[in-house]
């Protein structure tokens, strides 16, 4: 699917509303997170990157998506229902004993990896690059992670091996939010200089306005001739409701009635 910037940032706009219908109908879920990435996920999906489809998703020729902060994965799963891999009912039956659960599962059309257990995600992104790169293939792999999962040191064992096999196939989202469930990541362990430790580890680095969707899709679409690359997209927790933004207290919580309400109004939305 490759729609136009402005058809891009409607979905993104839509599936706000629809994460917070389905957070207020399930009890509860990761709101803040989901709300920084969103764009993110948007532009790959929609933004002529992906191209994943009910078709070819079982294909392992076509470019693959890890979402390695997988507790944003409502994120992800409307993305999924709008473009057919998923239905409707999966959606509003999360954590219900449905298919969709807390945290992606490759049980679930379009799912490349089980992940939420942070630190994971590169490693496997890394194993899932360097077999495509082995087999001539011709794709690119994915991975969006939290800014605070970067505190894992297995996230840094995997960049200096995706730097050692020259992974040019690789593309690393960080979606830097600067917070997570405790607090402020400069406050918790400083990751600052962010994007010169990438460098350091051999990435190309590319930084990025994370909820731009003319920079997210143009920074996608570059594969760099002899480097994995590395995007660090600065984003707001929270982004779009006000109350929700830069707040580590809604990294994951409830939807009241209430809320719903306020935030769909900030949205566009009256109910």
């Known amino acids: 699917m490759n729609l136009e910037i402005k058809e891009i940032s409607d979905k993104a ?76 009912d999966d959606l509003y039956s999360m954590n219900s004993g449905g298919i969709l659960g807390e945290h992606p599962d490759p049980r679930i059309p379009g799912i490349d990896f089980i992940s939420g257990s942070l630190g994971h995600g590169l490693g496997v992104a890394v194993g899932i690059s360097l077999s495509s790169k082995l087999d001539e293939l011709d794709n690119s792999t994915f991975v969006i992670l939290g800014d605070g999962e970067c505190y894992e040191g297995s996230v840094w064992e995997a960049a200096i091996l995706a730097s050692h096999l020259k992974l040019t196939n690789l593309i690393a989202i960080v979606d830097r939010n600067n917070l997570c469930i405790h607090g402020n990541t400069e406050e918790i362990n400083s990751l600052e200089p962010f994007s010169e430790k990438w460098r350091s580890f051999g990435w190309n680095v590319i930084e990025i306005d994370g909820h731009n969707i003319s920079e997210i899709v143009s920074s996608l679409k570059k594969r760099h001739e002899s480097m994995p690359t590395a995007i660090i997209a600065n984003t707001v927790k929270g982004k779009g409701v006000s109350f929700m933004e830069n707040q580590s207290s809604w990294h994951h919580g409830s939807i009241d009635n209430y809320i719903l309400e306020s935030s769909l109004k900030e949205l566009g939305c009256v109910e």
């Open 13 to 88: 706009l839509e599936h706000r509303k629809t994460i917070l219908r389905i957070i207020n109908k399930i009890g509860k879920g990761h709101v803040g997170g989901a709300f920084s990435c969103i764009d993110i996920l948007s532009s790959l999906y929609y933004g002529g990157i992906a191209n994943i489809s009910l078709e070819n998703f079982q294909k392992r020729n076509r470019n693959k998506i890890i979402l390695s902060k997988g507790h944003s994965c409502i994120s992800q799963y409307v993305i999924l229902e709008d473009i057919g891999l998923i239905t409707k």
